[in-house]
């Protein structure tokens, strides 16, 4: 079997290599005006491959500055670490629509193994194609300021790093556009989500700790604000050129010590250990197709009764709303967000909580920190909702046809409440992440010992902003929608009215974004009086805006535009 199976590896190799090969070959023969063989001709382009190799040893060389060379090193070893995953996803779909993949599924080999004898000769594809980019990773880790055998060690890591990544990436999304899986799915394992999140948190906590900390600790002052928007510029400007020498010159000095280097190959160490578990596992199982939607009648999933508990007790009479969560935790597993506890903690919580605890530990003043969070719970509300809406159907009104047409059949709603609820499904959803932020936000009053005023304008502030966020949202999906059976089988309508609709409907979005922006500028790089006497302007102004967004989702739009919607 393994005899087979490396015939067909090289046999697969020599063919893309022809093909992929053949218009160099043919450059080359018309350059030097002889017809030389394909392996000589191989060889030349290899040689000229390194040419790029030979150009950056030259620019490394010249570069005297110690840390100047070592800052280099480090962004060419980061994009040579991103580049195969890039390349494993762009040849994701040549790989998965490659004529050799009905043949070899009509063969009586496993499935699972002839697959990964495809993808180890895809990695190996990808040696060749890329090795020009690797190779300048490779001499840049051979310059780094360590001894010979580590460098050594390390160029061993390095390559099966990412001969790993392009493997697993490149697997990950053969087999989503298959539609098949591998079992166990250790991408859907709750703790390893978690430790992913923790592992997101951590650097943004501390990234935010070295950017922000310096301008914290020199805050703007608020006799500026008098001065004009061009004197504050010019404060801030000074203070950010100040923080990026100093940070600058305190990150140069880390690639001076071996330590760095050690946590780095550590840290290849583990990811290597985990992918070559991953890969030993996934190697004894054999494929089988997701399964088919469950039948349910009751919710069984602790996350969807905690939804049906929300819509029992504030929207008990509203018929859609049980259903499309029933629909929904029946059809989830055909989604490209199979996770339910996504649902609940979504990827938004690492910068959440990563930003929102260095402003806690950062600033001085509660005050100042509400008004910071309410701009990071924008933030997090707007990407949650964005996710949640792009990959969840049954939030499209379009996604129902027979559903509109049995609306226009009754007597007791119209099209207009079928699309409401669509936006109270939404918010249901954003319901677990909006407590999260506020658990934080307490926190954060306890150990700013903020006032009982200040929580509950902090509190209210962050529903406010839910509700305006939730709403608007979803507003593209009431006004783009097409109920058509000629268009039965798109989810919008991506025309140029649409768009334009779309634009409009993004302005009180980029609004409130760039106003919240402001908000937590003046928090965070002000003094602290001046976010003290701007937080209930601001929550006065939410109290406005959710207002009018509250009056004009519950107002039945009559007129030309109502039996637009509803033809």
Known sequence: MRKSFGILSKSMILDQFRQDFAGVTQKIRENLGIKL????CWVIAGILQLTLLFLFAIFLESISHEKIRNIIIFFVLLFNVLL??????????????????????????????????????????????????????????????????????????????????????????????WGVTAMPAFHQNFPLYILKVVCLTVPIYFISKLLFSPLINHPIPAERLGQGLGAV????????????????????????????????????????????????YSSKLSFHRKRLSPQLDNTRSLYFKFYHGIVNMLWRKNPWLSRDLMIMERTIGQTKLPQKFILVFPPAISSIVGLSFFLIYGLGSFTNFVLAFWFICCFALYQTAWLWVWNYPILHPSSELRQIDLVKLSADYSVQNYMRSKTLLLLVLLVPLQLIMNLILIVGAIKLKGSLPEIIVGIIGTWLLFVMIGIMSSYWLKYCSRFDYANMFLIRMDTYETRI??????????????????????????????????VYDAFLVFVIVTGFTLYFFFKNKKGKRASLVSE
């Open 233 to 280: 510029m010019r404060e801030f400007s000074a203070n950010i050129k100040a923080t990026i020498t100093s940070r600058f010159n305190h990150i140069l000095d880390w690639f001076q010590y071996e330590w760095i280097y050690i946590i780095l190959a550590a840290s290849l160490v583990v990811y290597a250990m985990f992918t070559l578990g991953y890969l030993y």
């Open 37 to 40: 063989p394909n392996a000589l």
């Open 501 to 534: 609709v779309q634009q409009f409907y993004t302005i009180p979005k980029r609004f409130i974004t760039g106003a919240m922006f402001v908000l937590f500028f003046v928090a965070v790089f002000f003094e602290t009086s001046v976010g003290q006497k701007l």
């Open 84 to 177: 195969p995953r890039v390349m494993a996803r762009q040849n994701s779909s040549r790989v998965s629509n490659h004529p050799i993949q009905e043949l070899l599924w009509q063969s009586g080999r496993n499935g699972h193994q002839l697959l990964n004898v495809v993808l180890v000769t895809e990695t190996i594809m990808f040696w060749i194609h890329e090795f020009m980019f690797e190779a300048i990773a490779i001499y840049a880790i051979l310059k780094s300021p360590l001894h010979w055998a580590s460098s050594l060690l390390l160029i061993a890591l390095w390559i099966l790093l990412v001969s790993t990544i392009y493997y697993t990436t490149l697997k990950r999304n053969v087999l989503r556009n």
